[in-house]
């Protein structure tokens, strides 16, 4: 295993850090530039993110480019030792532009074109706005590829939406005729002879609209894929001046929290470094620690989807203005969130923004510097706090997280729920159910993947598959070889349901995993709010699990076809039936659940007998408190291990009999420590072999 990479920039090999910055906000006052970079070099940053909706600073009319300002701004940057990832600024459009060229405006489902204003209000199929972002990009590259200053391109801005104008639908049709190639194989894959919908010309099919076509699971879901296609293949055209230029210059396009418009799989492949831009909500009544899954969970998805170091892009030094409730983060949550990215794998902290804009939609927004304008500010000197902390961890940077655990979540498995009509339409709670059995992993301190369809199965001791619905027959036959070998697989009810064009598999559920798994899922029960049943574990169960747990939402009426009997249900007609079972396969085995346990001590006592049986590795050998997690990241001979305080409260942190340094002291780290409410620990041992 290759347990370090190179630096995602040759230029500055050492921790990036530092924010999106807006110049062209402030050219009406030439002081500001100055205060500001006395200021980041107050603050430890070596790195701005520029330009990002520059375009009419830019460019202020059609054909007259004005970059003075911009060669002024990288000059003095860069002979101050700050760095820039230089943004193209297709995110937001001029309005000379949508004056002159309306097509370029985004058309809706409900097929009327917008107005100007907002961002990402353009169409990516538009042959006008394709030609001026060439052009644009052109420039750009033609003028600063090469400049000492510019250490990679930062490609628009968080890419989402859809349009459905006349070109995007001759672009959909084009999609699907070199998919499917005749009508009838696109007739079949839908199953439009439901309702009559049999088309018969390509011309008859649009995309789906409110006051149209809404019911053809096929067509909905194709219309996703050819959503994430379109997209890619427009940052594709972004980047092809860029790397015409100056292939070595690495693009990047900033991504967004479980993004559900994009299939971010397919959009990896096409960039050279993934980034992401992360806003936890912090502090509300329930649980830190619920919050901290759900990121861990987005941090993990992020490493995992090129199996390299990420970049956190945009964060907050302190609130956003945007979520329901613009919360401060309370002492130590800063530090706490920012480090949380770096144990997961990412190898830069950077905010939004670096100056608090002074008027229009986030004038409140966030900002290391506020609109006092000065240092002697609490968020100020939280970020030069971990600014300094991180300029003390260039070690880390390139370093790998050794997982030997993943949980199994695709796009278009995600998007086919969402669309299936049955068993609960009140609420299938997919996200939620993935982060359930992520949270027992996180608990224990396992370093975890998050793999898709395409992602090698034999690295994994443990793989974890909820709710794949949608399952492709080549997906099944390669989880069945991985439990053959050895692997050890946890399958949960609603998996197998249909193919990759969302039909039915005909031979039984869980299609193509039903031998893999030794049981025939019959029926599935949707539960209401008020349902309760219970799952009862077997006397002398070979998991030693024993009790009753709760159930809730969905129920699988399951056969045992060679599985062993694990759990029973308690209620209901079905009483007695198989809720839990083992299959075994060659060298390993296979689990199934078929019921959704409400109770998270459940997953936590199942994960912590499955990872000891299969030998998973954890960050460190010890019982954490609740709400505590360690993350691990390792070179290879030194492993830095992360003890991170979610909980709410003060807590005593016990280690295991290794021998560990505080990276930040240089000091050995005692056997057992108080890690203070919000509190963050990084902690260096010689290597454990993985």
């Known amino acids: 295993m290759n347990y370090k990479h190179s630096p995602i920039s040759s230029k500055l090999p050492v921790f990036m850090y530092g924010a999106d910055y807006n110049p062209d906000q402030w050219l009406h006052d030439p002081g500001v530039l100055d205060e500001d970079i006395r200021l980041m070099k107050l603050a430890h940053c070596n790195v701005m993110s520029v330009g990002i909706f520059s375009w009419v600073a830019l460019e202020p009319e059609e054909g007259k480019f004005t970059f003075e300002w911009l060669d002024r701004l990288l000059d003095r940057l860069v002979e101050n030792g700050i760095y820039v990832w230089l943004a193209t600024p297709s995110g937001a459009r001029p309005a000379w532009m949508s004056e002159k060229y309306p097509e370029v405006l985004r058309v809706e489902a409900n097929r009327r074109r917008n107005l100007h204003g907002h961002r990402h209000n353009h169409c990516y199929s538009s042959p006008v706005y394709r030609e001026k972002v060439r052009i644009m990009n052109s420039k750009l590259a033609e003028r600063y590829t090469h400049h000492p200053a510019v250490i990679g391109w930062h490609v628009s801005n968080e890419y989402g939406g859809e349009c459905h104008c006349d070109y995007c ?50 067509h909905h879901l194709d219309w996703r894929r050819f959503v994430s296609h379109q997209t890619i293949d427009f940052y594709k055209h972004e980047i092809a001046p860029l790397k015409q230029a100056n292939p070595d210059l690495p693009c990047t396009a900033n991504m967004m929290d479980l993004f559900y418009g994009l299939d971010y799989r397919e959009f990896a492949e096409a960039v050279d470094v993934i980034s992401w831009d992360a806003y936890p909500t912090w502090h509300e009544a329930d649980s830190e620690a619920r919050i901290a899954v759900w990121f861990s969970f987005n941090h993990d998805l992020f490493r995992t989807l090129k199996h390299r170091p990420f970049m956190l892009m945009e964060s907050t030094p302190s609130q956003t203005n945007w979520q329901p409730v613009s919360k401060l983060k309370r002492p130590g949550m800063h530090r706490l969130s920012s ?9 830069t902290v950077q905010y939004f923004q670096w100056r608090k804009s002074r008027g229009s939609s986030e004038k409140f927004h966030g900002a290391v510097v506020d609109h006092v304008g000065h240092e002697h500010t609490r968020v100020f000197q939280d970020v030069a706090a971990l600014g300094k902390t991180l300029s003390q961890m260039s070690g880390i940077i390139g370093t790998q997280v050794p997982a030997e655990a993943a949980i199994w979540f695709d796009w278009d498995n995600r998007w086919a729920i969402h669309d299936a009509q049955g068993p609960r339409n009140s609420g299938i709670h997919y996200e939620e159910t993935v982060m359930q059995h992520y949270h027992s992993l996180w608990e224990l301190g396992v370093p975890t993947d998050i793999i898709g369809s395409k992602d090698d199965l034999a690295r994994y001791k443990l793989i974890v598959v909820p709710m794949a619905y949608l399952l492709r027959e080549e997906t099944g036959k390669r989880m069945e070889q991985y439990v053959e070998r050895g692997g050890t697989l946890v399958v949960t009810y609603w998996t197998g349901i249909v193919d990759e064009h969302d039909l039915c598999y005909l031979n039984g559920f869980p299609g193509p995993l039903r031998s893999t798994l030794g049981i025939w899922a019959e029926e599935i029960d949707g539960l209401h709010e008020q349902d309760r049943n219970a799952l009862i574990m077997s006397s002398g169960n070979v998991l030693g699990l024993e009790g009753k747990y709760e159930i809730h939402e969905l129920c699988e009426i399951i056969h045992a076809e060679g599985a062993e009997v694990l759990a029973a249900y308690e209620d209901d007609f079905y009483a007695g039936g198989p809720a839990l079972t083992i299959n075994r396969l060659g060298a390993g085995q296979a689990y199934y659940l078929a019921a959704r346990v409400s109770e998270q001590r459940f997953y936590d006592s199942l994960y912590r007998k499955l ?39 003060e807590v005593e942190v016990c280690l295991d009999a290794a021998v560990y340094m505080d990276i930040e002291s240089g000091e050995p780290a005692p056997s057992s420590f108080v890690l203070p409410k919000h509190g963050s620990v990084i902690l260096r041992r010689e290597h454990h072999s993985f």
Do not use: C
């Open 169 to 218: 639908q001759e672009a959909f049709r084009t999609w699907l005729r070199n998919k499917y190639g005749t009508l009838d194989a696109l007739n079949y894959a839908w199953w439009t002879a439901f309702w009559s919908h049999t088309y018969t010309s390509w011309l008859q099919i649009e995309s789906p609209a409110p006051h149209g076509e809404t019911m053809v699971h096929g």
């Open 339 to 347: 480090l949380q990215a770096v144990a997961h794998g990412s190898d």
């Open 611 to 649: 990872v000891d049986e299969a030998g998973v590795k954890r960050a460190i050998d010890t019982v954490l408190p609740d709400g505590v997690t360690a993350q691990l990241r390792t070179d290879g001979e030194q492993d830095y291990v992360f003890l991170l305080n979610f909980s709410g409260q």
